[in-house]
T-cell receptor, first 113, second 114 residues
Framework: DTAVSQTPKYLVTQMGNDKSIKCEQN?????MYWYKQDSKKFLKIMFSYNNKELIINETVPNRFSPKSPDKAHLNLHINSLELGDSAVYFCASSQIRGRTEAFFGQGTRLTVV | GENVEQHPSTLSVQEGDSAVIKCTYS??????FPWYKQELGKGPQLIID?????GEKKDQRIAVTLNKTAKHFSLHITETQPEDSAVYFCAASSDGGSQGNLIFGKGTKLSVKP
């Protein structure tokens, strides 16, 4: 069983579109995250969320928004996509924010054309 | 907020040699320091971690050292093998709250030549 799964694996879309990436974890973890990995492989935290608190990296544009229907899911919605949004997006989860191992999904490669 | 610097950005070694990757962090409140390995087309995967109450930790061919005074930590891989070739990331975080997110270094691409 895949611990953290995200779909789709690849996403190609035009500028200006709105898209979503789904993430699910079956580890029973309390905290989920979204990371962005750019072309230089730099991993940057975008959001972390548990059932009590959403922490947003202040550099993330408000076109990006996380939505959590329940503890096992944290989806990423992106409005008005721009060329600079092209990257690989990773979902991750951990039992306790920042204190225990984070398990990563396989990534979603987003290409905006 | 926390800032993590990682060096070198690329590292090439011969099979059987040792590899060392170094990181420094800025936030003295950080107390958890994991290392991740990312293979091509996959998500990062934890290989070893260390907490601030420990100076060194070893797991087979992999070891991590931590110097809290100097705010730096290092990954040591001995007897490298071609399958060790990947991108390695260090990270740092502190307990909970707004500082509780893992902040990553920029990665080191390790190439092990047979």
């Amino acid at each position: 069983d895949t611990a953290v799964s995200q779909t789709p694996k690849y996403l190609v879309t035009q500028m200006g579109n709105d898209k979503s990436i789904k993430c699910e974890q079956n580890l029973g973890h309390d905290t989920m995250y979204w990371y962005k990995q750019d072309s230089k492989k730099f991993l940057k935290i975008m959001f972390s969320y548990n059932n009590k608190e959403l922490i947003i990296n202040e550099t993330v544009p408000n076109r990006f928004s996380p939505k959590s229907p329940d503890k096992a899911h944290l989806n990423l919605h992106i409005n008005s996509l721009e060329l600079g949004d092209s990257a690989v997006y990773f979902c991750a989860s951990s039992q306790i924010r920042g204190r225990t191992e984070a398990f990563f999904g396989q990534g979603t490669r987003l290409t905006v054309v | 907020g926390e800032n993590v610097e990682q060096h070198p950005s690329t590292l090439s070694v011969q099979e059987g040699d040792s590899a060392v990757i170094k990181c420094t962090y800025s936030d003295s409140a950080s107390n958890y320091f994991p290392w991740y390995k990312q293979e091509l087309g996959k998500g990062p995967q934890l290989i070893i971690d260390i907490r601030s109450n420990v100076g060194e930790k070893k797991d087979q061919r992999i070891a991590v050292t931590l110097n809290k005074t100097a705010k730096h930590f290092s990954l040591h891989i001995t007897e490298t093998q071609p399958e060790d070739s990947a991108v390695y990331f260090c990270a740092a975080s502190s307990d909970g709250g707004s500082q509780g997110n893992l902040i990553f270094g920029k990665g080191t691409k390790l190439s092990v030549k047979p």
